[in-house]
């Protein structure tokens, strides 16, 4: 089974390939006189070949080209017509074998560089920034439509991920069912929950984890650091205890003294509270390329809870704003 996290080699071959001189690779003699393909700059050796032998073992477990991240896709279709790949790393090739696989190898590393740079590539990239803002848009107008059925809401933010030992299981696929189990048993346990949000992030420390904000009825619930306590505990228990969490609000104090106080209890008229809200919120919304590099086309890295549409209480019209547009909900 090929672990999609190995694509991030990708990522990091890309970058160094743009201040890199062509040709990349070329054809050297080890220290008996044999031939073998090397890298010119021995400084791009290690990454190079790992992620050719990256792109060689994805293939050998993928028959097409699935990846949420523009850069890898394009890589992958590049260097999937260089043909005999998986001999790059041999220790012995005849002549022949050797120049020809280098040429290939050199052919694909500069189209890549060319469509990499290209303005329909660079468009697609830009397009990732979009999303960002369509998601603070969407958040903004989620939790005005809480705000217009609930006087006032609760706000639980948690950080939840895994044990260290167990980093070398992790998969896209794996962690993306562990967040789905949790989030089908939360709003069972937690009856007053009328929402929630939530991210996948990757991370070079802390690997794979979720930034999550629960939403309660403020009328039913006060109590946030027992509250997130318990959501923390619920998330080692669905994870058989492999799993462990942060509990933010725990922080609160912190936050207030320095002026982002965006959790706990907000009620509907404060809207400088609100506005913290908000901007802790527009975190959520933030693109991360390493977990776009780990997911197939289509996987969502970022959600909220859907619930039926509830018949507003009646009162005065409510607004939040994101940035300098305002939304207006009239009950």
């Not at 080890?30 to 791009?44: A, G, K, M, V, Y």
């Not at 060689?56 to 477990?61: Q, T």
């Not at 052919?107 to 890549?112: M, T």
Request: proline share 3%.
């Amino acid at each position: 089974m090929f672990n999609t996290v190995r694509l991030l080699d990708i990522l990091t071959l890309s970058r160094k390939l743009q201040h890199t001189t062509f040709p990349v690779v070329i054809v050297a003699y080890t220290p008996i006189r044999e031939l073998h393909i090397d890298c010119l700059d021995q400084s791009l050796s290690a990454c190079l070949f790992s992620a050719l032998e990256t792109v060689r073992d994805y293939f050998y477990c993928h028959t097409e080209i699935s990846s949420a991240h523009p850069t890898i896709e394009l890589f992958l279709t590049h260097m999937r017509v260089v043909p005999r790949l998986h001999l790059a790393r041999m220790p012995s090739l005849d002549s022949q074998t050797a120049h020809k696989l280098a040429d290939a190898i050199n052919n694909a590393l500069g189209a890549f560089l060319s469509a990499s740079n290209s303005q329909s590539h660079r468009k697609r990239l830009n397009n990732l920034q979009r999303v960002e803002k369509r998601n603070q848009r969407s958040i903004a107008t989620y939790i005005n439509s809480l705000f217009a059925q609930h006087a006032k809401l609760l706000f639980i933010r948690l950080d939840i991920g895994y044990r260290e030992v167990h980093y070398h299981r992790l998969t896209a696929d794996n962690i993306t069912h562990d967040l789905r189990h949790y989030l089908s048993v939360i709003p069972r346990r937690f009856k007053h929950l009328v929402g929630y949000i939530w991210k996948i992030e990757y991370g070079a420390n802390r690997r794979f984890h979720f930034h999550l904000t629960f939403i309660f009825n403020g009328a039913e619930h006060q109590q946030d650091v027992s509250l997130g306590k318990a959501l923390g505990e619920q998330w080692e228990t669905i994870t058989d205890g492999q799993g462990n969490y942060y509990n933010c609000n725990s922080r609160r104090v912190q936050y207030l003294e320095w002026g982002t106080d965006g959790i706990g209890m907000v009620h509907y008229a404060d809207t400088d509270k609100q506005a913290l809200l908000l901007s802790a919120l527009g975190y959520l919304t933030k693109p991360d390329e390493q977990i776009l590099a780990t997911l197939p086309a289509g996987r969502r890295t970022f959600g909220r809870m859907e619930r039926p549409t509830a018949r507003s209480r009646g009162g005065r019209s409510r607004s939040m704003s994101y940035g300098t547009g305002a939304i207006q909900l009239a009950n």
